[in-house]
């Protein structure tokens, strides 16, 4: 899990600076027409919004998928902990029981 929201800035950052700064560059190689550069930049644009969000959805996934997990260890350890909590319970109120009615307390000194 990506614990630290910085890296999942940084994974798309880095993708996204290269992006703007080298696709121009090669869309100028492939295509040296001017009056297509405008048609180029706008799918160019697009292309990054839906690459933009196909990362973010990965790396939301992949967060929520683990978060999940983690829910269902805690949810399992929740319910290790009720089942001992009550066993001990149960346990407690059977030694209670077989304590006698009366219980008289001796000072030590007195046993002598």
């Known amino acids: 899990?990506?614990?630290d929201p910085s890296k999942i800035c940084?994974?798309?950052l880095?993708?996204?600076v290269l992006w703007i700064v080298y696709s121009d560059w090669l869309f100028f190689l492939l295509v040296p027409q001017e009056e297509r550069y405008a048609m180029i930049q706008m799918v160019k644009?697009?292309?990054s919004i839906i690459i933009t969000?196909?990362?973010l959805f990965l790396l939301i996934r992949?967060?929520?998928h683990r978060l999940q997990e983690k829910n269902e260890e805690l949810r399992v350890a929740n319910a290790r902990l009720r089942a001992g909590k009550e066993e001990l319970n149960a346990q407690n109120k059977d030694l209670v029981q077989?304590?006698?009615s009366c219980v008289i307390l001796v000072p030590a000194q007195c046993m002598t």
């Open 1 to 3: 899990m990506i614990k």
């Open 10 to 12: 940084l994974i798309y």
């Open 14 to 16: 880095a993708p996204g």
């Open 45 to 47: 644009g697009v292309l």
């Open 53 to 55: 969000a196909f990362i």
């Open 62 to 64: 992949y967060n929520t």
């Open 98 to 100: 077989s304590l006698p």
